[in-house]
Every structure is written in structure tokens, then in C-alpha cells.
């Protein structure tokens, strides 16, 4: 199971962090990310930290968000800086089986929680 924390109602320019607890299992083994869904648009993978402590970002929030993990929390965060209205949505954190090469594709996730919304005001 994995239950995600944190999203809430924010302002443009201002930061938030999400969080991911894992139950009954490790994180330590896997690559774990964080990926959003909007409103009417498609999920999108947006942050993703490797087993071995590599990170990866999509383009539209490179050097706004910092995903790292705690493997003896057996938690996963996302640091959001610098929020802007387009970062509304709701956020997801899983566990994919991608090679590196491919993990910001949502589909070799295989294990999501319920999700956290977060809504930038303008």
C-alpha cells in the first residue's frame, strides 16, 4: 500500500511537499516516482529517483522539484518550488518496472496510491 500527504491549496510561487509512505513492503529496490493528473488531461510522470539514488524530471519542472527518499521511512518525497497554476492537479506516487531510460512513462507503473490534489491559485 502506499498512501500519499501533503497536496493542498497553495499560490503561485509558493512550494509544497508531498510525501509517499510505503506499508508492508521496501522501497529500497525499486525505482519509486510521482506522476500528476489534471483535469481532462493525461498523466504525467514528473519526477522518478532510481534504486541506486538517480533522479529524473520531465522538462516543465526541471529545477522547480526535487524528488527524493528516505529508505528507512520507507518514504518518498517531492519538494515543489516555485508553483504555478499548470501544477494543479492531482498527484500520484508509484513504483514502475521501466528500465531508467523509460521511466517517465506512466505505463510501467504498476503500483499507485489514492493520490493528493494540489491546487495553484493565480
Known amino acids: 500500500q502506499l498512501v500519499e500527504s501533503g497536496g493542498g491549496l497553495v499560490q503561485t510561487g509558493d512550494s509544497l511537499t508531498l510525501s509517499c509512505t510505503a506499508s508492508?513492503?521496501?522501497?529500497?529496490?525499486?525505482?519509486t516516482g510521482w506522476f500528476r493528473q489534471a483535469p481532462g488531461k493525461e498523466r504525467e510522470v514528473v519526477a522518478a529517483f532510481g534504486w541506486s539514488g538517480n533522479t529524473k524530471y520531465t522538462d516543465p519542472v526541471k529545477g522547480r522539484f526535487t524528488i527524493s527518499r528516505d529508505n528507512a521511512k520507507n518514504t518518498v518525497y517531492l519538494q515543489m518550488n516555485s508553483l504555478k497554476p499548470e501544477d494543479t492537479a492531482v498527484y500520484y506516487c508509484?513504483?514502475?518496472?521501466?528500465?531508467?531510460?523509460?521511466?517517465?512513462?506512466?505505463?510501467?507503473?504498476?503500483?499507485w496510491g489514492q493520490g493528493t490534489p494540489v491546487t495553484v491559485s493565480s
Open positions: 508492508g513492503w521496501s522501497f529500497r529496490r525499486y525505482t
Open positions: 508509484g513504483v514502475t518496472t521501466a528500465v531508467w531510460g523509460r521511466v517517465l512513462e506512466d505505463t510501467y507503473y504498476i503500483y
